[in-house]
Nanobody, 115 residues
Framework: QVQLVESGGGLVQPGGSQRLSCAAS????????MAWHRQAPGKQRELVAT???????NYANSVKARFTISRDNAKNTVYLQMNSLKPEDTALYYC?????????WGQGTQVTVSS
């Protein structure tokens, strides 16, 4: 059974940092395109960051130079390091694994940026 479990969300002050984790079971993350998406209240889900099988990465313009996606193959876990957080980064963050036409999602972890 495939499962993606996100963790690391919470309340953080503007300018602060947070690291999200996505622990996978039932798949090998190094064989998949792994991504983080987010959805703020009243807004569409947005692709934030992607790491491909060849370890190349891609980021939304809104998070470039602030967020870093990475993968620990030994732990079968994908991370999203978020720095210089802004109130507009507040959202439910989802982990997503894609292989061809197959796609699976985690349940999400809430990140709230507020003073």
């Amino acid at each position: 059974q495939v499962q993606l479990v996100e963790s690391g969300g919470g309340l953080v002050q503007p300018g602060g940092s947070q690291r999200l984790s996505c622990a996978a079971s039932g798949i090998i993350v190094s064989m998949y395109t792994m991504a983080w998406h987010r959805q703020a209240p009243g807004k569409q889900r947005e692709l934030v960051a992607t790491i491909f099988r060849d370890d190349s990465t891609n980021y939304a313009n809104s998070v470039k130079a602030r967020f870093t996606i990475s993968r620990d193959n030994a732990k079968n876990t994908v991370y999203l390091q978020m720095n210089s957080l802004k109130p507009e980064d507040t959202a439910l963050y989802y982990c997503n694994a894609v292989y061809g036409t197959y796609s699976t999602w985690g349940q999400g972890t809430q990140v709230t940026v507020s003073s």
